[in-house]
C-alpha cells in the first residue's frame, strides 16, 4: 500500500481502519506521505502501530503539505508517539483533525503542548 501510495495522484482517502499493519506498515505509509500530495483523509485506527508507528507518521506529518484529517485511535502511540506527532504539530500547516483517543499513557499530554504553537 505505501509504494503504491507514493506514486498515486488521485486518491483523497485512504482508510485502512483494523488491518493489523503494526509498525512496519506504518513506516511504509510514512514514507510514501513524504510524497503524495493528494491524500487529505488517512484512518489508520486499530492498527497496533505503537510508538515506532507514531513515530514515522510524525515525521512525515512535518513534510507532508496536503493531509488534513488524521485518525490514530487505539494504536498504542504511547508517550513516544505522542510526543513526537505533538513536535510535528508545530510544523505541519494543513491538519486540522487530529484524533488520537485510547492511546496509551501520556499520547494526549505529549500532544497537548504543540497544540498551542499549531496554527491551523
Known amino acids: 500500500i505505501g509504494a503504491a501510495l507514493e506514486k498515486n495522484t488521485t486518491l483523497t482517502t485512504l482508510d485502512l481502519d483494523s488491518n493489523g499493519i503494526g509498525?512496519?506498515?506504518?513506516?511504509?505509509?510514512a514514507a510514501a506521505l513524504e510524497k503524495n500530495a493528494t491524500l487529505t483523509t488517512l484512518n489508520l485506527?486499530?492498527?497496533?502501530?505503537g510508538p515506532e508507528g507514531g513515530q514515522a507518521i510524525a515525521a512525515a506529518l512535518k513534510k507532508n503539505a496536503t493531509l488534513t484529517t488524521l485518525i490514530l485511535e487505539c494504536n498504542n502511540i504511547e508517550h513516544d508517539g505522542g510526543?513526537?506527532?505533538g513536535a510535528a504539530l508545530k510544523?505541519?500547516?494543513?491538519?486540522t483533525t487530529l484524533n488520537l483517543s485510547?492511546?496509551?499513557s501520556g499520547s494526549g499530554?505529549?500532544?497537548?503542548s504543540a497544540?498551542?504553537?499549531?496554527?491551523t
Request: glycine share 10%; charged share 20%.
Open 23 to 29: 509498525h512496519e506498515g506504518a513506516r511504509a505509509i
Open 45 to 49: 485506527r486499530y492498527n497496533g502501530i
Open 109 to 112: 499530554r505529549a500532544t497537548a
Open 91 to 95: 510544523e505541519n500547516a494543513t491538519l
Open 115 to 119: 497544540l498551542e504553537k499549531n496554527a
Open 83 to 85: 510526543s513526537a506527532i
Open 102 to 104: 485510547n492511546n496509551g
